[in-house]
Structures are given as structure tokens and as C-alpha cells.
């Protein structure tokens, strides 16, 4: 099988295919829970990192999307 999934993902993206608010993600990176890196004045995030750092805190019980 190909993997065609594409390593990095603006913001926007990962906030919606994930189902969190855009504002959410933000602060997480910022914070540095996040993996992201700056291209420019976009902020990527690391697809597969940032999932298995969600998936982490999710198994820990720490909250994913915050107030909406």
C-alpha cells in the first residue's frame, strides 16, 4: 500500500479534520504540545507526531478541545 498522507498540514486543516477549534490548536503549539514548525508565516504541523500526541494526552485524560 502507498502512504500519500502528507507529513505537514497548515493549522486549519488539522484543527478541522480533527474536529478543534482552530484557536485551540494555536495555543497548543504555542505551548509547545503541538509538533509544528514555521514556514514562513504559516505554522505546519506534524501529522503524525501531533497525533500521537493527542492520542497520548487523550489516554492520560488530559482535555483535547477546550471551551468552544
Do not use: N
Amino acid at each position: 500500500m502507498k502512504h500519500t498522507e502528507k507529513p505537514f498540514v497548515g493549522i486549519e486543516h488539522f484543527a478541522r479534520a480533527h474536529g478543534l477549534p482552530e484557536a485551540w490548536v494555536r495555543r497548543e503549539i504555542a505551548a509547545g504540545r503541538i509538533p509544528a514548525v514555521r514556514a514562513g508565516r504559516r505554522w505546519l504541523v506534524h501529522l503524525e507526531r501531533a497525533r500521537e500526541s493527542l492520542a497520548e494526552r487523550a489516554a492520560r485524560g488530559e482535555a483535547e478541545g477546550g471551551a468552544r
